[in-house]
């Protein structure tokens, strides 16, 4: 069994900067890739960025490429989102989700199998 748990979400202008992070619980965390995907008021969830169980394979959706990293460290059982250049189209709820692979930095939620509660992100303009 993995536990999830996000924080770091909140209000912020557009332009301004703020970082998510991913606290899971389980020991073989450090195994499996691991994803950020959110989800808008009325849209679906959408894939955000991957990274894989050593960190060295990263993939971004195009909407956040150059804004978002995503990064982990094992040792602390810890993923984080850091989020840059924030729009008013970023507000979601933002999920952090458990790959069932290690070294597939996947796009799709059907390759996910453990979910957070998720923290939600306001951008205003």
């Known amino acids: 069994q993995v536990q999830l748990v996000e924080s770091g979400g909140g209000l912020v202008q557009a332009g301004g900067s703020l970082r998510l992070s991913c606290a899971a619980s389980?020991?073989?965390?450090?195994?499996?890739?691991m994803g950020w995907f959110r989800q808008a008021p009325g849209k679906e969830r959408e894939f955000v960025a991957s990274?894989?169980?050593?960190?060295?394979?990263?993939y971004n959706a195009d909407s956040v490429e150059g804004r978002f990293t995503i990064s982990r460290e094992n040792a602390k059982n810890m993923v984080y989102l850091q989020m840059n250049s924030l729009k008013p189209e970023d507000t979601a709820v933002y999920y952090c989700?458990?790959?069932?692979?290690?070294?597939?930095?996947?796009?799709?939620?059907?390759?996910?199998?453990?979910w957070g509660q998720g923290t939600q992100v306001t951008v205003s303009s």
């Open positions: 989700a458990k790959s069932r692979y290690s070294g597939n930095v996947g796009n799709t939620k059907d390759e996910y199998d453990y």
């Open positions: 389980g020991r073989t965390f450090s195994s499996y890739a």
């Open positions: 990274i894989s169980w050593r960190g060295d394979k990263t």
